[in-house]
């Protein structure tokens, strides 16, 4: 269990909500191995980037373990979290909201150095940051620039320098392309694969959009509401689809390329609420082939070989017919 | 399709204007739109499309912004020329909008199916009850049951919301859509159920489509021809299938070049390097010359002129217009 980095089991995080008891996280297990990338993907409301943050131990744990090198981050008090974030990093979706506008680039980059004491002279910090900066492909003229000054690819070049700048052996990329140009997200998707090769990083990139995980991961993970429903290797998943939902997920991409025209998998209504969940499969109300069964009680994943879990009850039945 | 032209912009000029700048956000540009045809404009952040689309409704906020030349003739009608209150007959009746955020381009305080009803009132001549009932119909047409008339855009997601929008920019029927990054919001389940709805409703009622994107998978899926935005300018025009098969700007080959390929393992991106120019400071000759790996010394001084390639397929780039020879680009782009 050396190589395996992080270990997350069982984690489950609720919210109290008027309403009731909203589960962003429910019994979630994976682990990611030294060095890989795992791509974490589902649409909007989730609970991605609330497991993101669970990991950075930005949220309590309602339970489960998450294991980073073995130690439980839920279990940490505060001291030993701050001292976690040196190994620990975060890059955010929104370039545009994570930079404090009243500091300049290289404050910005610099700022953890400072807070972990890892210079000593004003000397060291500067060129300590202007290293940073070349790392990134930031010229170092911006030192002394505002974020508003920049445009969105450079701000998260910025956000990029300030997660490398203690060294971490993991980071969790929270959408860092989203919000950028498709020329320039390439130029982003570029710089944090030649940076993981440098710098043997390990990555939880999550993201909707999955011609980018497919480009950037070695193992996927698919959530709906909250659960886990499919992972495998990024290229067998893309091969051999076994969940309803990720089928629906991988037909709904408008290729660009015209004699593909898209064949959907039609997805009847919306992504449900996550408020009190019934028990069963969460994603039976919107399946094709939801059965009784699949309602009642809750699922577990099940392997089908080439580490590739899913948990639909149907899952033997469907691969019979797809293939 | 009729060769009938429902919308033909001739060298248009947008800018906005501060105190201390002038941002060029569009630039001589010419497009034209058949009946029934559906165009995409796809560029980057800042590429000037969404100012063409608000241009053609005169929608541009003045101060700051102002269209310094061209003509945006409509059924032949010079728009820029016209009065208040032709425009007011025009928009929502003849040319509608969708707009990219449906969670603010809906008034929160009024039902959805009042705010459908305010379209056809103001542009029919019917009775409140009538366009009532009619907004009623366009909810159905567009799969939301008509039981939730009433109900107020924070009780429907954003699929639903985006939906309303489109209900409400078909309700009178016009000729033309202006959809601007329609479904961005949304995620791709929604955004694939979105555009089925929309290629229904276009073949069904017959409607011009103006698709703002920056994704070409959504151009793919639904356009007819596509024009490739640069720096306020368009620096490719085709059909799809010139443009997807064959793309002659190095901008376009660099665009295809940077989305990751579902179908295809690519070890590296091969992204445009640099960054958008900035649209106060335009580079001299072809826009796109700083980040072109084929730009030649000409490229910075001269414009490109509209080159036709091969049939309506339409390219500005010197490679194209054969006076230069770049043996080397040739191979890359085939």
């Known amino acids: ?323 | 399709m009729t060769d009938r032209k429902l919308l033909e912009i001739r060298n248009l000029n947008v800018e906005y204007r501060t105190d201390d700048e002038i941002v060029y956000a569009v630039n001589s540009l010419d497009l034209s739109l058949n009946s029934g045809e559906s165009l995409g404009l796809v560029g980057e952040t800042g590429a000037g499309k969404s100012t063409t689309a608000l241009s053609i409704l005169q929608l541009v906020a003045d101060p700051p912004g102002k269209t310094t030349s061209g003509e945006i003739l409509f059924e032949g009608e010079d728009l820029l020329k016209a009065k208040k209150d032709f425009l007011r007959h025009i928009r929502g009746n003849k040319i509608s909008m969708i707009f990219q955020d449906p969670m603010t381009s809906l008034n929160p305080v009024y039902s959805v199916g009042d705010q459908i009803a305010e379209v056809i009132y103001l542009h029919e001549k019917c009775s409140k009850s009538e366009a009532q009932q009619k907004a009623a119909e366009m909810l159905e047409t567009v799969g939301i049951p008509k039981e939730r008339y009433d109900e107020y855009p924070h009780q429907f997601s954003g699929g639903m919301k985006q939906r309303v929008v489109i209900a409400m920019s078909i309700a009178c029927s016009p000729q033309l859509i202006l959809a601007d990054e329609p479904t961005t919001a949304l995620d791709v389940t929604i955004q694939a159920q979105v555009l089925e709805l929309m290629n229904d409703l276009k073949v069904k009622f017959n409607t011009s489509l103006l698709l703002i994107t920056h994704d070409l998978g959504v151009v793919a899926q639904v356009c007819d021809r596509v024009a490739i935005m640069y720096a306020g300018e368009i620096v490719e025009i085709g059909t799809v299938e010139e443009v997807f098969e064959n793309p002659k700007h190095p901008y376009t080959v660099g665009l295809f070049r940077s989305i990751p390929q579902l179908d295809e393992k690519v070890d590296r991106l091969k992204p445009i390097k640099g960054q958008m120019p900035d649209p106060t400071n335009l580079p001299s000759g072809c826009k796109f010359h700083p980040r072109c790996p084929h730009a030649i010394e000409a490229c910075t001084k001269i414009q490109p002129a509209m080159t036709n390639v091969k049939g309506t397929h339409i390219v500005k780039c010197f490679i194209h217009e054969g006076k230069f020879e770049s043996t080397e680009l040739m191979e890359e782009v085939k």
């Open chain 1, 1 to 323: 269990m050396v190589d395996n980095i992080l270990e997350v089991r069982n984690l489950k995080k609720h919210f109290k909500s008027k309403n009731g008891t909203l589960h962003a996280v429910d019994d979630v297990s994976f682990s990611i191995k030294r060095g890989q990338t795992l791509g974490l993907v589902g649409e909007s409301g989730c609970g991605k980037s609330t497991i993101g943050r669970l990991i950075l131990g930005l949220h309590q744990a309602t339970s489960g373990e998450i294991l980073f090198n073995g130690q439980d981050i839920c279990k940490m008090n505060k001291a030993q979290i701050h001292n976690l974030r040196k190994e620990l990093q975060i890059i955010f979706q929104d370039p545009f909201a994570s930079l404090n506008p009243r500091m300049t680039i290289g404050e910005i980059i610099g700022e953890p150095l400072l807070i972990y004491k890892k210079v000593k002279r004003r000397a060291e910090l500067d060129s300590e940051v202007r290293r940073l900066m070349d790392v990134v492909g930031l010229s170092k003229r911006f030192i002394n620039s505002y974020p508003h000054e920049l445009d969105g690819g450079r701000r998260q070049r910025v956000g990029i320098a300030r997660a490398l700048s203690l060294n971490p052996q993991f980071i969790v990329c929270d959408e860092p392309v989203s919000s950028l140009d498709v020329s320039i997200q390439a130029q982003v998707l570029n710089l944090l694969k030649d940076l993981q090769a440098e710098y043997g990083l390990t990555y939880l990139f999550i993201t909707h959009d999955l011609s980018v995980v497919k480009y950037f991961s070695d193992k996927i993970a698919v959530m709906y509401l909250g659960q886990l429903v499919e992972g495998a290797e990024s290229d067998e998943l893309f091969k051999k689809t076994i969940h309803p939902y990720t089928q629906a997920l991988l037909s709904a991409i408008p290729v660009p390329n015209i004699h593909q025209k898209m064949k959907r998998v039609k997805l009847i209504g919306e992504i449900t609420s996550p408020i009190n969940p019934e028990p069963g499969c969460r994603f039976a109300k919107r399946c094709l082939y939801a059965q009784e069964k699949c309602v009642g009680q809750d699922l577990e994943l099940k392997d089908f070989g080439n580490s590739h879990f899913c948990s639909c009850t149907r899952a033997d039945e469907l691969l019979n017919v797809t293939l």
